[in-house]
């Protein structure tokens, strides 16, 4: 019973975190903001939230024992540390140069690199079913490709909006190494003995990419650019403090709950979580900030909840438990 409620709050975790830490990051822009390294930082500001809730789990758990810090585990938490770095440049890259909903229907990708390196990583089976989603979404983003002329955000270019879209894919590329390290590092190093484990996970490797991108920020001089950006910030200084703030809490909880379902499902049900947000946010996207939902658009997003929907019912470990 324990389980299942822990990967119904994880699921909702990434279902609404993930989509308000986009919809923050494109009206970070669109107020005026400017750093993609400020992006990336706020994305991984929030680390402090995963040790909040893991010592007191310390504290009032006999079970919960800090678990040995080995030098492999180290090399581990590092290694996805500076890819998670990465991969959150490559996503703040991605939300300069596109709109929302665009950005996160390319996103969707995501999934098809999830059931590739999990297969690939730790043996997760891909059936015709899975096969047949893979290329329905990968049909999907090349729709998204064909409508480049009639959507675009004012003042960027269409060479910035390639750019873009290479962004966008690269980084669910990252996303889908990531849930399947993150897996293998569960299965390999640190087992599925206790929950606690998802916290500790998370608390490493997102002080390891807070260090990375603090550097990145530091070198760019980009700490000082805060307050100028907050004192020409569109909805004033207040909204900007609160965009960086809500961005850093909302970032924090949508890698937490993507981390907790690895560990209590799979890499393939992380992937499934992370093309659900799509509608959800392009959506949103369109309510907030007035995006275009043209035809290619819509076609995308029903044939992306389609390969969704065959991905889901026609893959064997969607709800795998250990």
Known sequence: MAHWVLLILSSASMLIAFPASSLLSRLYYSGGGGSYWIISWTAVAGWPITTL???????????AAPSPLTFKLFLWYAALGIISALDNLLFALAYAYLPASTASLLASSSLIFSAFFGWIIVKNKVNLSGLNAIIIITAAVVIIALDSRSDGLPGVSRGLYALGFIFDILGSALHGLIFALSELVFVKELGRRSFHVVLEFQTMVSLTAFIVTTIGVVAKGDLQRMREEAASFEHGQLSYTMVL???AVSFQ???LGGTAVV?????????????????LTSIAAVILFKDSMTGFKILSLIITGWGFVSYTLGHPSVGKTE
């Open 245 to 247: 703030v809500w961005a």
């Open 53 to 63: 809730l893991l010592v007191p789990l310390y504290a009032a758990t006999s079970t």
């Open 253 to 255: 909880l949508g890698a």
């Open 263 to 279: 560990y209590l499902a799979s890499t393939v049900m992380a992937g499934i979580l992370n093309a659900v947000r799509v509608p």
